[in-house]
């Protein structure tokens, strides 16, 4: 096992220093390889670079056994994939097991958003009478006026904004991006910068633009926590997650006449086909609107 934590941990840095992943995607193909070599000890004593197609097979077929859906089993495949071909092209592995992998045929759905009627409920829950509903306002509100990913919100350091102007320097996923913010999202930021989270911070040195009430830098549990809070505080039905405000934010530009480019700068997508998946999603809305709205519908 010992040679499958040194593989590993290349695997690790490979995803980061060369593949530019997010830290979800890291630490969920590390799992899912953590627990393939759990499994190939279990049955066979065998390590991760023992596996051959057959093995890799049988536990994907042990994972619909238990249960588990096909989007967890498709990510699998996809980690499988990724692992063995560097491993293959390291001259780690004398052959690549997952080459042949089929990945799950999933139904694929059209990302949840929120009229902009929910967003205005949503942003209107945060109480500003304490630090706490300040700081909360201006997270929200900054969430839906760029769409950066709640990693990268939370990794905002205070250098990064720049009120005057009203812009934010976002850093995600190995690229820079400069990204405006509508008027409403610049006041609730700035009343925050200056009036609030100086009395915040628990040393005068911390860089992180928003922190908990600990004084130190928010974390992901910590905001969607708060999401959560607000949701439920607006009544609002549907399943809201930080990446609801990221989709609704794009579905919203493009809605009102946004260029795709452009959204897809914002957004920080490599691919325009990442970016294109909200115009299926304002079609789709334009077609709800029109079938409740029309008499002969």
Same mark, same amino acid.
């Given at each position: 096992? %010992?040679? /499958?934590?040194? =593989?590993?941990?290349?695997?690790?840095?490979?995803?980061?220093?060369?593949?530019?992943?997010?830290?979800?995607?890291?630490?969920?193909?590390?799992?899912?390889?953590?627990?393939?070599?759990?499994?190939?000890?279990?049955?066979?004593?065998?390590?991760?670079?023992?596996? #051959?197609?057959?093995?890799?097979?049988?536990?994907?077929?042990?994972?619909?056994?238990?249960?588990?859906?096909?989007?967890? @089993? &498709?990510?699998? @495949?996809?980690?499988?994939?990724?692992?063995?071909? *560097?491993?293959?092209?390291?001259?780690? $592995?004398?052959?690549?097991?997952?080459?042949?992998?089929?990945?799950?045929?999933?139904?694929?759905?059209?990302?949840?958003?929120?009229?902009?009627?929910?967003?205005?409920?949503?942003?209107?829950?945060?109480?500003?009478?304490?630090?706490?509903?300040?700081?909360?306002?201006?997270?929200?509100?900054?969430?839906?006026?760029?769409?950066?990913?709640?990693?990268?919100?939370?990794?905002?350091?205070?250098?990064? %904004?720049? =009120?005057?102007?009203? %812009?934010?320097?976002?850093?995600?996923?190995?690229?820079?991006? @400069?990204?405006?913010?509508?008027?409403?999202?610049?006041? &609730?930021? $700035?009343?925050? @910068?200056?009036?609030?989270?100086?009395?915040?911070?628990?040393?005068?040195?911390?860089?992180?633009?928003?922190?908990?009430?600990?004084?130190?830098?928010?974390?992901?549990?910590?905001?969607?926590? =708060?999401?959560? *809070?607000?949701?439920?505080?607006?009544?609002?039905?549907?399943?809201?997650?930080?990446?609801?405000?990221?989709?609704?934010?794009?579905?919203?530009?493009?809605?009102? #006449?946004?260029?795709?480019?452009? =959204?897809?700068?914002?957004? #920080?997508?490599?691919?325009?086909?990442?970016?294109?998946?909200?115009?299926?999603?304002?079609?789709?809305?334009?077609? /709800?609107?029109?079938?409740?709205? *029309?008499?002969?519908?």
């Amino acid at each position: 096992m %010992v040679q /499958d934590s040194e =593989i590993l941990d290349e695997f690790r840095d490979y995803l980061k220093n060369e593949r530019n992943s997010s830290d979800n995607t890291i630490a969920s193909y590390l799992r899912d390889m953590r627990q393939l070599a759990d499994y190939l000890d279990l049955h066979g004593g065998k390590d991760l670079q023992d596996a #051959g197609e057959k093995d890799l097979n049988e536990y994907l077929d042990y994972l619909r056994r238990i249960g588990k859906s096909p989007a967890t @089993v &498709a990510r699998c @495949v996809a980690t499988f994939k990724s692992f063995y071909k *560097h491993s293959f092209v390291t001259g780690r $592995s004398l052959q690549n097991p997952a080459a042949g992998l089929i990945s799950e045929k999933m139904e694929k759905k059209l990302p949840q958003i929120l009229t902009s009627k929910e967003v205005e409920l949503l942003l209107e829950q945060p109480e500003c009478t304490d630090a706490k509903g300040y700081r909360d306002r201006a997270m929200l509100e900054l969430l839906y006026a760029t769409g950066i990913r709640v990693s990268e919100l939370i990794a905002l350091n205070v250098a990064d %904004v720049n =009120i005057p102007i009203g %812009v934010i320097t976002c850093r995600g996923r190995g690229k820079e991006r @400069v990204i405006p913010m509508y008027t409403k999202a610049v006041k &609730a930021l $700035s009343e925050y @910068v200056e009036f609030i989270r100086p009395n915040m911070v628990a040393d005068e040195h911390e860089q992180a633009l928003f922190v908990n009430m600990n004084g130190v830098r928010m974390t992901r549990q910590g905001f969607w926590k =708060i999401l959560k *809070h607000y949701q439920a505080k607006a009544h609002i039905e549907k399943d809201i997650t930080p990446h609801t405000l990221r989709h609704s934010f794009a579905a919203h530009l493009l809605e009102n #006449g946004a260029d795709l480019h452009a =959204i897809q700068e914002m957004l #920080g997508h490599s691919d325009l086909s990442s970016t294109q998946i909200y115009a299926h999603i304002v079609k789709k809305h334009i077609k /709800d609107v029109y079938n409740k709205a *029309h008499p002969r519908a």
